[in-house]
């Protein structure tokens, strides 16, 4: 019950602090000048002679872009938010009024990341969704799962924002929103190596690059999403032209995460919140 208290205070926080206003505000900026785009370029394409086909394959190319784009700002988003949760609270003093009280500090952690976990997820959900159905509307294509696509975008941000709060326990806030960001990227670089790596067969290059992307799984989530966003069509041109070479764009994913990658994301999130939890409750406040 503490925990649902926190959780619901970080919320009431949060609109205090004009973030989920801001949030809403650059959603509806972002998705108002990509569908101007997709609307223009669609309709080019429509007067100059283009088959709907190809019309929808390529919007389908373009909402991977983007995917790729909001993926990386959901990611922020969710990592500076996570990063000053804990360290934030400790360097005000509020950690001390609210542990003055029968509240254990694993509560104050699991408060904080409930929270922030219900922001991530209604940001993720209204500018993924709003963005594919503005795309509709202008182009009458709509990918294949949006609901599954956005998914695997919050759970991408929220294990980023669970890594951030594990690091706020120990480090000053700046510091721990620098240091996701480089892991983010390292993630994704990861992921990119693996895949030439597997085209070149190089194999230590390989192991060394899909051991990096178990320990920060990010990106494995992020081909979740991309395979969400892609028609099947797609996917069948694309892998009977070129086979395993398919694999080796980032931008890519010829299936979706098996069912034992998406438990590991659970228990390796719940392990570092459980990490977290640890980290504070042995720091000497």
């Known amino acids: 019950m503490a925990a649902l208290v926190i959780a619901r205070l970080t919320l009431a926080e949060s609109i205090r602090r004009r973030i989920i206003w801001v949030l809403l ?26 088959g709907e086909v190809q019309i929808f394959i390529g919007v389908s190319q373009i909402l991977v872009l983007v995917a790729f784009m909001f993926s990386f700002v959901l990611a922020m988003t969710a990592a500076f938010l996570g990063a000053p949760a804990i360290a934030a609270d400790v360097e005000s003093g509020v950690a001390h009024a609210m542990l003055a009280r029968p509240i254990r500090r694993a509560d104050l952690v699991v408060g904080r990341w409930l929270g922030l976990s219900v922001v991530v997820l209604a940001y993720a959900a209204v500018s993924g969704l709003l963005e594919i159905a503005a795309v509709r509307l202008v182009s009458g294509y709509a990918p294949p799962n949006p609901p599954e696509a956005v998914a695997y975008l919050a759970a991408q941000a929220i294990v980023l924002m669970t890594v951030a709060l594990l690091l706020s326990t120990r480090l000053p806030a700046m510091a721990s929103g620098a240091i996701c960001v480089v892991l983010f990227g390292l993630g994704w670089m990861a992921g990119v190596f693996a895949g030439i ?46 086979g395993s070479a398919a694999d080796a764009n980032p931008f890519f994913a010829t299936s979706a995460p098996d069912p034992a990658f998406l438990a590991w994301c659970l228990g390796w999130t719940a392990v570092v919140l459980g990490l977290a939890a640890l980290s504070l409750d042995r720091r000497d406040l």
């Open 197 to 242: 790596g597997r085209l070149l067969d190089a194999g230590a290059l390989v192991s060394v690059a899909d051991a990096t992307r178990w320990l920060l799984p990010t990106d494995g989530l992020w081909r979740g999403a991309i395979h969400a966003l892609q028609p099947p069509l797609v996917v069948l041109v694309a892998a009977g032209r070129l």
């Open 25 to 50: 505000g650059l959603t509806v900026f972002s998705v108002a000048i990509t569908t101007w785009g997709v609307e223009r370029l669609v309709s080019l394409a429509r007067e100059n002679g283009t």
